[in-house]
């Protein structure tokens, strides 16, 4: 006989991965743009930056490795820790861990660069703390699930 417990899923375990999977799935997308140095990915955002697209690839380009390494630590973290939340394992705890590990490191490696001007202040920063507020609860909240035993 089994004398394991089973726990079960609460519903906004759910709606919280499902939701944390279609969000966390754009900053892959964003990586890979970068990376493959998709100048008309930069152009359709030339408005939203508020520079020329072929000035932010170069700036994107341009970084370190080491940024670059924990810019792909912070978003392949992020996306497989919400696939793994969705499975229901506690995996899920360190993909997030590693996600806010790689998004310190590029958010400390860009400030300590130095960021340009069209980078930094008003709608970049207010991006950049809704970035850490959800990486934060998303590893809060697989914790929890794990404390709770939803996650095995």
């Known amino acids: ?34 990376q493959t140095g998709n100048l008309d990915y930069f152009k359709s955002s030339e408005e939203m930056m508020g520079v020329d697209g072929a000035t932010a690839l170069a700036y994107f ?3 370190p490795a080491w940024i670059d390494a924990c810019w792909a630590l912070g978003v392949w973290g992020a996306l497989i820790g919400s696939i793994l939340l969705l499975l229901r394992s506690r995996y899920a705890v360190w993909s997030f861990a590693i996600s806010l590990f790689g998004l310190a490191g590029s958010t400390f490696g860009q400030l300590a660069r130095g960021m340009p001007e069209w980078a930094s202040g008003g709608s970049n920063t207010i991006f950049t703390i809704v970035i850490w507020s959800i990486a934060t609860f998303l590893l809060i909240y697989a914790v929890s699930m794990r404390n709770k035993g939803v996650l095995r």
């Open 61 to 63: 380009q341009d970084l």
């Open 1 to 34: 006989m089994d004398t394991e417990t089973t726990t079960k899923t609460p519903w906004h375990l759910w709606l919280i991965g499902a939701l944390a999977t279609a969000w966390n799935a754009i900053g892959p997308y964003d990586y890979i743009q970068t």
